[in-house]
């Protein structure tokens, strides 16, 4: 059945079954530009915002079916960080439907602008940031064309981004033997990019609906001290959130973890019993 399927396809498959078999319609849209002509602006918090909402629209128009207008979100990773702002932003943009709670799963994007920063101040960056570097690069360039990474980096990571154009990250992660020995030119003007990697960080973002934030405890991809800061940060504003902290958890891990942590949470939201866990973590 899973031949030749990637592993977390198959993750992801066992996650939303778990909505199916209570009665819910999954809908699973792609990000502006993948697989569409254009840039991906990774990580742009309005563009991850409407992704998500025009494609809960769209299913309302898939005729014969008639879907109810309540209605619930959950990402992973980049799609945590989607989770958390439609979970801040969803209700007001699309407010003929009802969005009743968010799942944000090792959502990404805490403090964005950090990575740009840890890149300047460090003279010698791994293989695997200076992979993915450039995604973060070319995702700012497609949301703010202005911002013109080329004119920011080093002749050598130059050549890793213009490569970056036309592969994905794995590829760029395989292809890379050697880090760049500098980045960013000298005397170069970064405020406008950390500026805009700022605005796009989850902490910038007010839950209006009772969220749900899963984290694994041994992630190398989400650090999980930030996931935790914003947890507490959202626990100052009395909102409803809870946090489920996946002991020794990997990246994925939260993922994996979900479909067993969906029903107490969706069971509290409907009974108008909203769980927080902000008295006793």
């Given at each position: 059945?899973?031949?030749?399927?990637?592993?977390?396809q198959?993750?992801?498959?066992?996650?939303?079954?778990?909505?199916?078999?209570?009665?819910?319609?999954?809908?699973?849209?792609?990000?502006?530009?993948?697989?569409t002509?254009?840039?991906?602006?990774?990580?742009?918090?309005?563009?991850?915002l409407?992704?998500?909402?025009?494609?809960?629209?769209a299913?309302?128009?898939?005729?014969?079916?008639?879907?109810?207008?309540?209605?619930?979100?959950?990402?992973?990773?980049?799609?945590?960080?989607?989770?958390?702002?439609?979970?801040?932003?969803?209700?007001?943009?699309?407010?003929?439907?009802?969005?009743?709670?968010?799942?944000?799963?090792?959502?990404?994007?805490?403090?964005?602008?950090?990575?740009?920063?840890?890149?300047a101040?460090?003279?010698?960056?791994?293989t695997?940031?200076?992979?993915?570097?450039?995604?973060v690069?070319?995702?700012?360039?497609?949301?703010?064309?202005?911002?013109?990474?080329a004119?920011?980096?080093?002749?050598?990571?130059?050549?890793?981004?213009?490569?970056?154009r036309?592969r994905?990250?794995?590829?760029?992660?395989?292809?890379?033997?050697?880090?760049?020995?500098?980045?960013?030119?000298?005397?170069?003007?970064?405020?406008?990019?950390?500026?805009?990697?700022?605005?796009?960080?989850?902490?910038?973002?007010?839950?209006?609906?009772?969220?749900?934030?899963v984290?694994?405890?041994?992630?190398?991809?989400?650090?999980?001290?930030?996931?935790?800061?914003?947890?507490?940060?959202?626990?100052?504003?009395?909102?409803?959130?809870?946090?489920?902290?996946?002991?020794?958890?990997?990246?994925?891990?939260?993922?994996?973890?979900?479909e067993?942590?969906?029903?107490?949470?969706?069971?509290?939201?409907?009974?108008?019993?909203?769980?927080?866990?902000?008295a006793t973590?």
């Amino acid at each position: 059945m899973w031949a030749g399927v990637h592993v977390y396809q198959q993750i992801a498959a066992k996650a939303l079954n778990a909505w199916l078999a209570r009665g819910y319609a999954v809908v699973a849209p792609d990000y502006q530009g993948l697989g569409t002509p254009g840039g991906h602006p990774y990580m742009n918090a309005r563009s991850q915002l409407h992704t998500v909402v025009d494609a809960v629209r769209a299913i309302h128009h898939l005729k014969p079916y008639s879907f109810s207008k309540n209605w619930y979100v959950m990402g992973h990773s980049q799609g945590g960080a989607a989770s958390i702002k439609v979970a801040a932003s969803g209700q007001k943009d699309a407010p003929e439907f009802n969005l009743r709670g968010a799942i944000a799963l090792a959502p990404g994007s805490y403090q964005y602008e950090g990575i740009a920063e840890y890149v300047a101040s460090n003279s010698q960056i791994t293989t695997n940031v200076a992979a993915f570097f450039p995604i973060v690069l070319l995702g700012a360039e497609a949301a703010d064309p202005l911002l013109a990474p080329a004119n920011l980096v080093s002749p050598e990571m130059g050549e890793i981004l213009n490569h970056a154009r036309s592969r994905c990250l794995s590829e760029l992660q395989s292809d890379l033997k050697q880090a760049p020995k500098t980045v960013f030119n000298s005397n170069v003007n970064l405020a406008p990019l950390t500026n805009y990697l700022k605005e796009q960080s989850i902490e910038n973002m007010k839950p209006t609906v009772p969220v749900l934030l899963v984290q694994g405890e041994k992630d190398q991809l989400v650090d999980y001290r930030g996931t935790y800061a914003y947890y507490q940060q959202v626990c100052t504003k009395q909102k409803s959130i809870v946090f489920h902290l996946v002991k020794n958890g990997d990246h994925r891990d939260s993922l994996r973890q979900s479909e067993f942590l969906i029903g107490n949470f969706i069971h509290s939201v409907e009974q108008g019993k909203a769980l927080s866990t902000c008295a006793t973590k």
